[in-house]
Structures are given as C-alpha cells and as structure tokens.
C-alpha cells in the first residue's frame, strides 16, 4: 500500500510538471504551470493563480555589495515585517499588507544578486509554489 501511495505522489508530481509552459523573465526563469498567469512589471514578476486563492511576486536585482544579510534586514523594516530567520536558502519572514493578509516572504541570493519572493495563499497551491520556487534558473 505504501508503494502505491508512493507511486501515486509521483504520477501527480510529474503530471502537475508536465503543465508547467518555462517562461523567460531576462535574468531568470522559472517554470508557471497551467492555471497560473504570470506578468512582469519593472525588476518584479507577480504570479496569481487564476481563481486568486494564491499568489507569488518575485522581485530581482543586484545587491550593490550589500550581504544578503543586510537586504533581508531592509526588507524587514521597509515591509514592517517580523520573526526573520536564516535558513538553508537565505531567509524567511513573515509580513502583513495593508489590508491585513499575511505573506511569506524569502531572500535569497548570492553576493551578485538577490531575489525577493513574496507568497499569499500559499497554503492553496503549495505544490505549485515550490515548483515554482525550485525551477528559477539563473541564466
């Protein structure tokens, strides 16, 4: 029984994947799977799944000699964000808008660039999210 359910995550994985359309966003891409729509505005790209029960925004730019550190520092500040944390990929915090919703928001990066990705409703397409957060490539 395992080894179905097992085989069964698999096939779900691969066939939400397989929908994905790979989409160029100059410095980067990253994969937007069906049901998604994707637009660019400036340095940012905002990701909204079509029925607005999840969003994604990531922001790309250089870091201007600064640690990633001290950018996710002033993203805290600027965005009144709070419980920020290192972790494997760089760091996490939380922040509420002005309407109230709360987001995730992640700053990773190396000493060239950063990203700042910023997720609403994750919970309602968490698999998608992490799809997409794992296929950004750098060109």
Known sequence: MKRSLLVLALVVFAATAAFAEVKDFGPY??????GWTAEQDGETVGFVKNDNSA???????????????????????????????ETEL??????????????????????????LIVVTGGENAEAEVMGMIASIEEK
């Open 29 to 34: 891409t990253i994969d937007v799977p069906a």
């Open 55 to 85: 969003s994604m925004s990531i922001s790309y730019d250089t870091t201007d000699g600064a640690t990633l550190k001290e950018i996710a520092d002033a993203f805290v500040e600027a965005l009144k964000g709070k419980n920020l944390k």
């Open 90 to 115: 760089g760091y996490n915090f939380q922040m509420t808008n002005d309407s109230g919703v709360e987001s995730d928001c992640l700053v990773i990066g190396d000493k060239d660039h950063y990203a």
